[in-house]
């Protein structure tokens, strides 16, 4: 995630929040301390942004902060928000926004321009579908440290001042591709394949993707307000992935949904394949669902 998108996601979250609590609620919406603490955060960050984009992010959270109330709490005259930061969603749990009250729990995730799920780190594979399986983890990252590290000696062999993933596209344009990308992406689904069948291992890594708590996906780009239900999701019980390149994959549940996945670099420097592992992930998107959605 870049600077400005990050300033731009923030400005986004403080301003539902600060509409939530002045529009709503007859006035009595109290925020926990640690959401306090983050509207005081990104308030610098929504202070930052231009003032048309200001003005934008709070007409369209009026429009939100209205459909939540009427949707969720039409009869409620108190409620508490919560916020949560970055890390909470490595837990499985994409929750941005928590609105309680006594009778009804909501759980709000916001995207702004942006329509990836995850970005998930290939060498945390084990994690993500659950298996605690030392022996086998420790091999698997092995595997993963010694693709970094002979691309990076590959890489400096060409030429030694390199430093930047740039540079070495700009001398070698397939190395990327063909020595990490794809190796990287060959164990990681060597891994996966081993249990396309099992159950309780497909389940794990679906709802590591989707989310493991039932939530209100909003995402607005340009005029659009999107709202999408994930609530009550069917399990799946199998998966199956096919190639699309060197570094993209398709991953279809016979829930009906299917995911895409891109391997792609998380950090311009390369200085860490040559003594660690490559700060790579996988940029998670939806390809289909079989849950609809609303637009405001």
């Known amino acids: 995630m870049t600077k400005k998108s990050s300033t731009t996601g923030k400005g986004f979250e403080y301003s539902l929040c600060k509409t939530l609590k002045a529009d709503c609620f007859k006035g009595s919406l109290q925020f926990t301390t640690n959401a306090e ?10 202070l930052k942004l231009s003032e048309h984009e200001r003005q934008y992010f709070d007409s ?43 009778q009804e729990t909501l759980n709000i995730s916001l995207k702004h321009n942006n329509l990836s799920l995850k970005h998930q780190r290939p060498a945390n594979l084990y994690r ?4 605690v399986d ?11 440290k010694q693709i970094s590290n ?22 070698e344009p397939n190395l990327i591709d063909e020595e990490l990308y794809k190796l990287i992406s060959e164990e990681y689904f060597q891994v996966l394949n081993q ?35 994930f609530n009550d999701i069917n399990s799946p019980t199998s998966m199956e992935f096919s190639r699309v390149s060197n570094s993209t994959f398709d991953l279809k549940f016979n829930n009906g949904f299917v995911f895409n996945l891109r391997l792609h670099t998380a950090s311009s420097r390369i200085e860490d ?21 609303q637009t405001l």
């Open 37 to 46: 603490k983050l509207q005081l955060n990104d308030k610098e960050k929504y």
């Open 60 to 102: 369209q959270s009026t429009k939100i902060a209205k459909y939540i109330e009427s949707e969720y709490f039409p009869n409620t005259n108190s409620a508490t928000l919560d916020r949560f930061g970055d890390g909470h969603g490595t837990k499985g749990d994409p929750t941005d926004i928590q609105l309680k009250s006594d």
């Open 128 to 131: 993500q579908i659950g298996i």
């Open 134 to 144: 030392n022996i086998s983890e420790e091999h698997y990252r092995a595997k993963i």
């Open 150 to 171: 002979d691309f990076f000696n590959c890489a400096k062999t060409i030429d030694s001042s390199i430093y930047l993933f740039k540079e070495v596209k700009e001398v």
């Open 195 to 229: 249990f396309t069948q099992v159950s309780e291992v497909v389940q794990n890594f679906f709802f590591f993707l989707i989310g493991n708590v039932n939530y209100l996906q909003i995402t607005m780009s340009e005029n659009l307000i999107k709202i999408t239900k």
């Open 273 to 293: 394949c040559g003594g660690k592992c490559c700060s790579l992930k996988f940029d998670t998107k939806f390809v289909q669902m079989p849950i609809s959605s």
